[in-house]
């Protein structure tokens, strides 16, 4: 939430007399209370006991299309991270053979997957050097930016 969208909430608890507005999202919470002559809102914490900014959300990440590989705790393997939200698909088609399997050899520029966004088709490469140990995401289901689709032992 913005400092825009805070000033049209006190417009609108101004022209509807309203004296509190409580805001709870996911990672913030937003609590105004008209002062005492009833004209200005005053922004509260839970506690009530200090004025607070709205807590900023978490930026959304820029779409990138290439994937991310990134070491795995005490397993010594990579996962090959989702760059992007998206559809996950294993092949250029749904007639024709997977990209990788489990036991391929991949390396940076092997391409392991495609995923769907806003009907583009991204293809998504290894950017590691290793054997595939894992596939994490079943073909056609949903991923999110971040989400582990493979893991690969790296060479």
Do not use: C, W
Request: proline residues 8%; without cysteine.
């Amino acid at each position: 939430m913005d400092l825009k969208d805070i000033k049209a909430i006190i417009d609108l608890m101004k022209k509807n007399s309203i004296t509190e507005f409580e805001l709870e999202e996911k990672d913030s919470k937003l609590r105004l209370k008209r002062g005492l002559n009833g004209s200005s809102p005053v922004a509260h914490q839970s506690d009530e006991s200090a004025a607070m900014l709205p807590i900023p959300l978490p930026a959304a990440a820029p779409m990138v299309v290439a994937a991310t590989a990134a070491p795995v705790a005490n397993t010594g393997e990579i996962d090959i991270k989702s760059p992007m939200i998206g559809t996950f698909y294993r092949s250029p088609s749904p007639e024709s053979a997977s990209y990788v399997e489990v036991g391929a050899e991949v390396n940076g520029e092997t391409v392991v997957a495609i995923i769907e966004a806003m009907k583009v088709m991204n293809e998504i490469k290894a950017e590691v050097k290793g054997v595939i140990t894992q596939i994490l995401v079943e073909n056609g289901k949903p991923v999110e930016f971040g989400q582990p689709l493979f893991k690969v032992r790296p060479s």
